[in-house]
């Protein structure tokens, strides 16, 4: 069974920009949440979808948005980026409540 | 509130000796859940195991083994006869306590393990 792929693995942007990171989760896992990881801030959480909705969110700014397709993919969208968005973001899925999270490996976004 | 800790920030070993990862948590509870996390160089988080607060029985698993100890409310991580591929940073994390309603995980701050050859 393939793993949690995520596109891309690298990005470079710019203030100001906006970016759209991507995540597949593992097939018929319906559960997918998204973290980041700074050096700083360690692994913190930013949101999770489950059946295309979000049922939990972690404390991000508004800039930061997420969205769930029917097939289970997931997308996350940061609007407005500032040099402190700089980050591993990790996407991980699950097949349900209370299971196991399988992590991909993870979109590294470098913010100029 | 949840909350882990990890209070090893860093962890030398020569290659063969024994090294326990420690992992305290917090939560108010009674259904949560344990996990174990690797992140190797290349930055993917693998795992390693997991455990419901109902289940406090240990585990071997080759090298690895855990010990969950509600008592003192720890979940620590034990590698045996270490090897140079060990070497990455440990994560360990909780989830639950929300009625099931999401599968959020709350990480500890992690242990740099580096085996030395």
């Known amino acids: 069974k393939a793993g949690v792929t995520q596109t891309p693995r690298y990005l470079i942007k710019t203030r100001g920009q906006q970016v759209t990171l991507s995540c597949s989760p593992i097939?018929?896992?319906?559960?997918v949440s998204w973290y980041q990881q700074t050096p700083g801030q360690g692994l913190q959480f930013l949101f999770e979808y489950f059946s295309e909705t979000q049922r939990n969110k972690g404390n991000f700014p508004g800039r930061f948005s997420g969205r769930q397709f029917s097939n289970s993919r997931s997308e996350m969208n940061v609007s407005t980026l500032e040099l402190g968005d700089s980050a591993l973001y990790l996407c991980?899925?699950?097949?349900?409540?209370?299971?196991?999270?399988?992590f991909g490996p993870g979109t590294r976004l470098l913010v100029l | 509130a949840q909350k882990v800790t990890q209070a090893q920030t860093e962890i030398s070993v020569v290659e063969k000796e024994d090294v326990t990862l420690d992992c305290v948590y917090e939560t108010r509870d009674t259904t949560y859940y344990l996990f174990w996390y690797k992140q190797p160089p290349s930055g993917e988080l693998v795992f390693l195991i997991r455990r419901n607060s109902f289940d406090e029985q240990n585990e071997i698993s080759g090298r690895y083994s855990w010990n969950f100890q509600k008592s003192t409310s720890s979940f620590n991580f034990t590698i045996t006869a270490s090897q140079v591929v060990d070497s990455a940073v440990y994560f360990c994390a909780l989830s639950g306590g929300y009625g099931g309603a999401t599968n959020k995980l709350i990480f500890g701050t992690g242990t740099l393990l580096a085996v030395q050859p």
């Open positions: 097939s018929g896992h319906r559960s």
């Open positions: 991980a899925s699950s097949r349900g409540q209370d299971e196991t999270q399988y």
